[in-house]
């Protein structure tokens, strides 16, 4: 239980009377004083489209070292939807996509307008943390679409400090657009990781020197794509990332991973995907240069990270304060014959780098069980002691060697639900993007998507816009090569496959429009009874004329945004005491 926060005042108050002698610098050291006495301050690292797949992170010493080998490594955490700005507003609302209609990287669907409009702007998590009485600041990539025109109007709210990166020139590795507070943006003559790793640790200075705990954001741009407007085009150029000088002929022997669903000589997913020709020699050699300049981009990270480190010990602050380190989402270089790009339900686009240090976090482990983007708000509130909000979608993450003894069996971290609308961009300078320049657009790249994962099974279901279904057993085809949807003859988990994929197509029924305690306990909407906790309850074969007769999920059109009229059934039956069922409300 969260402890209130007037005791929490009352015990800060006493332990700063206490601490005053040793001065600041003691202060999270102070003898006789546990860690409880003062709340935790957040060090939050996002990164950019930097993948958990291709391997990005075992080209990161310093975070391995400082991050990994000190905390505790989550290695199945997803984004809930695979693109910047709408990951980055689940971020920081704890709400899936769908409850925040903040859904595309630019108006009319999603960027820092959309954010606005939504009412976003005035509630979410700085604004959430400051009412609790800590001081936030935030350096780098905030949300797509916040530009140099609209930085003012009004500002992002919340934040006690800020150095952002400002469109139309976030995504240049040199002389980008920063904006600092309420200030005018300035063209800065720097490289953009190195300014934004200087930025935090002037955060930090100034933040050590108050009483208040703080959350620091800090979102370099690496590894994504180097951008640059093109004339005449409402899509930049997507060209390679650029390193830092001092990095740029690191690793010319690394090559993207050749995993099974690399550039496969027999097409692979659904939609636009499964129509994609394989991708000839020249074009391979292409993607593992992008590759190299994605590591490559990724060490001036790896040296903010040892930066921020440092100069949380150098404060006594490390003890007390949670480091995060994360993507907004994954990232795809050949798999599946894509070139590089994200969006797609797949697991090198959603499962995403996540590492944890901090209080009582264990070190040194990795740990299975699902956790999700959407539960970063909730985790936050907890650790900070915050009364959980009711419309969270998430849930605190587990962090103690307890809570994740726990998390094995709790039903809650079986599945993640990820979903997507709109279009699917080309990234990188190949020549296969556009006969007239980078920059291809896939349409029909909306779906919604889940990943179930139990004791005894791993499993990927999709349904998209054309209504094209996948079904991937990932403890047999960890690639997603082979999809099982078709296969009607087959068995899975002992039954047939037919009767796993109606529980399946349930499930997704209630999470695909979830709102709150329903995207945790999706089979309460179902089994209201709470008799049906997990996917291999409601495989129980007395179940099977109930999920015959649910509503098939399906889409009437390919939208570009949120809308609900063309996302097929909204409601389906619950199951009642009786072995009746009626509409779930
Ligand atoms: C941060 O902003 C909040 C809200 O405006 C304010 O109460 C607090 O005093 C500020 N902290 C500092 C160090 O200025
Ligand atoms: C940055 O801007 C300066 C001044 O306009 C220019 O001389 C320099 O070439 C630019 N650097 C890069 C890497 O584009
Ligand atoms: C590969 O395809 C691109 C165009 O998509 C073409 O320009 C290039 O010459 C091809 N390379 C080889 C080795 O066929
Ligand atoms: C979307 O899919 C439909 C078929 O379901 C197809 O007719 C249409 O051409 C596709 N559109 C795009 C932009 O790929
Ligand atoms: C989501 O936003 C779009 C664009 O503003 C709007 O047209 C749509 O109705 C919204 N969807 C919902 C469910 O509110």
Known sequence: MPRSIASLFLTLGLFLANAGASGAQGAAHAPGHSQESKRPNFVFILTDDQDLHLNSLDYMPNLQRLIGDEGTVFERHFCTIAVCCPSRVSLMTGKLAHNTNVTDVTPPYGGYPKFVSEGHNDNYLPIWLQDAGYNTYYTGKFLNSHSTSNYNNPYPKGWNGTDFLMDPSTYSYWNSTFQSNHDAPVVSDGYSTDLISNYALNFIEKAQGSDKPFFIGIAPIAPHAQTAAVEGSSIPAFTDPVPAARHANKFPNAKVPRGENFNPDTPSGASWVLDLPQLNSSEVTYLDEYYRRRLQSLQAVDELVEGVVTKLEHYGLLDNTYIFYTSDNGYHVGQHRMVPGKGCPYEEDINVPMMVRGPRVPKGRTVDFVTSHTDIAATLFDLAGIPLREDFDGLPMPLTSSEMQDAKDDPRREHVSVEYWGTNLQEGSIG???????????????YKAMR????????????????????????NDPYQMRNLFTKSKSKLLGRDIKQVISRLDALLLVLKSCKSSECTLPWQVLHPDKKVTSLSEALNPKYDAFYAAQPDISF???????????????????????????YWA
């Open 432 to 446: 296969r993007t556009s006969p007239t320049g980078p920059g291809v657009v896939y349409g029909n790249n909306t």
């Open 452 to 475: 179930v994962i139990g004791d005894s099974y791993n499993l990927f279901y999709s349904v998209w816009c054309t209504n094209e279904h996948e079904l991937y057993d990932l403890t």
């Open 556 to 582: 009437s059109a390919c939208e570009l945004g949120y809308f609900p009229e063309s996302e097929g059934p909204q409601e389906g039956y619950a199951y009642r005491q009786n072995g009746d069922w009626s």
